[in-house]
């Protein structure tokens, strides 16, 4: 009889040992001694209870204890409800609360159970305080999402309708917009599809235990975690796109990109998937949106990590580039502070470098403030970077604004039709504009030409000098002592980057 009575003790030490530790600093005024003749005496009650009624006539719940509170027989399909057990040292403060628990349609007590009610009012504050917090952050990024979503979509557009804009650096761009706006789609549909914090109240099934609402929701959830680690990879390309230009000596365009879409879109399901098996065979729990097993989750953690790392040593590369070109020529621009600054500020959401800020912090080792602090510098940065490139690579982008609008054609000799006749000026732009575009084809060939005479260099890997919105051009960097003037390839193109 010792013997049994030290291994109960034992078991709830195990289980309720923060419930154990309040009691022994004085909660209340009780130790863990008359804590535990307290829960003795509880168990005792209840098993009385339980042998006294009479089981109820087909499929239930069995009444039960489970090592918590008291639980009487329950019809399936329903949410059965208990009073909060008495042996609490707060009790007098949660005596009107209950604990409940799902009772599943084949007559058996559901892993679900939410015991909030009777949880001790101090602890209960700060977690209250902490929730609504998180509430305020979800509407932050809800908007965020939401916004960057319509941007996005209209940058897309603009960038898919023009013809005068398609080149390989804009077709990056609109992989890196089409997997920003999955990303906000795909988190804005699974906070929709997730159950609401907290039970259900009355006898109603929650949502989470529908078959086809947990399917649903599990599958938002995948899908979700494929979109974010598209969005991450497609910076990646981003970053080794504008290092290529700049640094490396680069060969046909047209072949890279099919590589930057394998990377982009292929890539996140080599480390989705297998973190979907083994979520399914060892963690398949509700709706995969807790990770207690922290291993799990760095399936998926560690190669975002890696893109994050990689695109910050890219920045850093590309800002010695332009420092050091922007020193060389100091004397015939004095305001080279500002055009640095700018450039950093331009290159920071192309490259997700803000996620550098809390990289090194894990989720265990973030907690309190500090977790705050974590996700709502992520949160809102993340919500709000789709916005921001979108400004910056399209709607401000000088190229974007030079392209000409499409002018209806002609109506074929129809009387009484309308003709839009374009103004002077703009025919005059537009005549400049391709005598322009032309110079610069002839002095390309012209380069190309003496270039296939001798053998190749390396490129000097350095910026222009206006490190600004630039113009969209064709063909490849030349391999080159020293960068030549405005018919460059990698000159121009840096120029659109910042």
Not at 5 to 28: F, H, K, Q, V, Y
Not at 175 to 190: K, V
């Amino acid at each position: 009889m010792p013997n049994c009575r030290s291994w109960r003790l034992l078991l709830l030490l195990s289980l309720w040992g923060p419930l154990l530790w309040m009691a022994e600093t004085g909660s209340e005024g009780q130790t863990a001694g008359e804590l535990y003749q307290r829960w003795e005496r509880y168990r005792r009650e209840c098993q009385e209870t339980l042998e006294t009624a009479e089981s109820p006539a087909g499929l239930a719940c069995n009444g039960s204890f489970d090592m918590y509170v008291c639980w009487d027989y329950a019809a399936p399909n329903a949410t059965a409800r208990s009073s909060c057990p008495w042996y609490l040292p707060w009790y007098r403060h949660v005596a009107a609360g209950f604990v409940l628990r799902q009772c599943g349609s084949d007559g058996q007590w559901g892993p679900w159970r939410d015991h909030s009610q009777c949880e001790n009012p101090e602890r209960n504050e700060t977690f209250q305080d902490q929730r609504l917090i998180l509430e305020r952050l979800q509407i932050v990024y809800t908007v965020g999402y939401s916004l960057s979503l319509a941007t996005l979509l209209l940058a897309l557009l603009i960038l898919s309708f023009f013809r005068r804009l398609h080149c390989t650096r804009n077709y990056v761009h609109i992989n890196l917009f089409a997997s920003f706006m999955l990303r906000a789609a795909a988190i804005l549909t699974r906070d929709r599809l997730l159950p609401p914090p907290g039970p259900s109240p009355g006898d109603q099934t929650p949502i989470l235990w529908r078959n086809q609402a947990l399917a649903a929701c599990r599958t938002a959830q995948i899908v979700t975690q494929y979109c974010v680690g598209a969005n991450y990879t497609w910076l990646l390309v981003e970053g080794i796109y504008l290092h290529r230009l700049l640094v490396l000596v680069g060969g046909s365009e047209g072949g890279h990109f099919r590589y930057y879409l394998l990377l982009g879109w292929g890539a996140p399901a080599l480390f989705v998937i297998p973190w979907v098996i083994i979520r399914y065979l060892y963690e398949n729990t509700q709706c995969w949106e807790r990770n207690d097993v922290k291993a799990f989750w760095w399936i998926i953690r560690t190669p975002i990590l890696m893109t994050i790392l990689i695109n910050f040593f890219i920045f850093i590369r590309v800002l010695g580039i332009l420092v050091s070109k922007l020193k060389t020529r100091q004397m015939r621009c004095p305001d080279y502070r500002l055009r640095l600054a700018r450039s950093t500020l331009t290159l920071v959401p192309l490259l997700g470098v803000h996620e550098m800020v809390f990289a090194p912090l894990t989720e265990e080792q973030a907690r309190g403030a500090l977790r705050l602090a974590k996700l709502g510098f992520e949160i809102v940065l993340s919500s709000f970077q789709g916005l921001l490139v979108s400004i910056l690579y399209c709607f401000i982008n000088k190229e974007v604004r030079r392209a000409p609008p499409r002018r209806p054609a002609p109506s074929g000799g129809r009387q009484g039709t309308a003709r839009l006749v374009p103004p002077l000026s703009a025919i005059r732009l537009q005549v400049q504009l391709e005598i322009r575009r032309g110079w610069h084809r002839c002095r390309l060939r012209r380069s190309l030409s003496e270039e296939q005479r001798q053998p190749p260099k390396r490129a000097s890997g350095t910026l222009p000098l206006d490190f600004g919105i630039g113009q969209v051009t064709t063909g490849r960097v030349r391999s080159s002592g020293t960068l030549p003037g405005p018919g460059d390839e990698a000159s121009r193109v840096s120029e659109s980057y910042c």
